[in-house]
């Protein structure tokens, strides 16, 4: 069972920058690979990046590719999400997830998921 919690969401103008966390529960922590999704008002859920369980692979979603860096550190049971140059059209709910299988694009693939975190970017 892993637990999610994201923080370091808030209120930022286009062409800023904030880094999200999500802080893990659960000794399998370093087993599991890590992702985020985003959901907008009246959009589906879309992906963002996601990390393997070893920190050497990396999969980022189409409108993020250049901007976003998703890391993490099992030490600290935590995954990052650094947002760089952000758009209007990066507002949205963050969702940090876990996977027992890959680091892949799909909701489905994964098993756990956080509250969300709220980003909001303003003009």
């Known amino acids: 069972q892993v637990h999610l919690v994201e923080s370091g969401g808030g209120l930022v103008q286009a062409g800023g920058s904030l880094r999200l966390s999500c802080a893990a529960s659960?000794?399998?922590?370093?087993?599991?690979?890590m992702g985020w999704f985003r959901q907008a008002p009246g959009k589906e859920r879309e992906f963002v990046a996601a990390?393997?369980?070893?920190?050497?692979?990396?999969n980022y979603g189409r409108s993020v590719m250049g901007r976003f860096t998703i890391s993490r550190d099992n030490a600290k049971n935590t995954v990052y999400l650094q947002m760089r140059s952000l758009k209007l059209d990066d507002t949205a709910v963050y969702y940090c997830?876990?996977?027992?299988?890959?680091?892949?694009?799909?909701?489905?693939?994964?098993?756990?998921w956080g509250q969300g975190t709220q980003v909001t970017v303003s003009s």
């Open positions: 659960g000794r399998t922590f370093s087993t599991y690979a």
């Open positions: 997830v876990a996977s027992r299988s890959g680091y892949s694009a799909y909701v489905s693939d994964y098993d756990y």
């Open positions: 990390i393997k369980w070893s920190g050497g692979y990396t």
